[in-house]
Nanobody
Framework: QVQLVESGGGLVQAGGSLRLSCAASGTIFSINAMGWYRQGPGKQRELVAAIYTGGSTNYADSVKGRFTISGDNAKNTVRLQMNSLKPEDTAVYYC???????????????WGQGTQVTVSS
């Protein structure tokens, strides 16, 4: 089992910045990917950004150029730096990890509890 603990988030004015952090702990053999999803009011959960083994990244079109994802493989952590925030970025942000807890284990997906990001206009 893997536990994901998120920190950061909060209330910020439009144009401001926030940083989200997520730390994975528990039984971890390898992490294939870590990332952030978000779910706004009345919307489906969507991928915001992800970082993969080897360092490649993927971003939603809506956040490209504004958000930056980074990871520390040694510490099993991932951060999301969010700049130039807009009211439409308001959502609950969830940390996600895809990992194996043993060499022979199946790949599993884990979620954090979510952290609220509110951007006021």
């Amino acid at each position: 089992q893997v536990q994901l603990v998120e920190s950061g988030g909060g209330l910020v004015q439009a144009g401001g910045s926030l940083r989200l952090s997520c730390a994975a702990s528990g039984t971890i053999f390898s992490i294939n990917a870590m990332g952030w999803y978000r779910q706004g009011p009345g919307k489906q959960r969507e991928l915001v950004a992800a970082i993969y083994t080897g360092g490649s990244t993927n971003y939603a079109d809506s956040v490209k150029g504004r958000f930056t994802i980074s990871g520390d493989n040694a510490k099993n952590t991932v951060r999301l730096q969010m700049n130039s925030l807009k009211p439409e970025d308001t959502a609950v942000y969830y940390c996600n990890a895809v990992s194996k807890d043993r060499p022979w284990s199946a790949i599993r997906e884990y979620w954090g509890q979510g952290t609220q990001v509110t951007v006021s206009s």
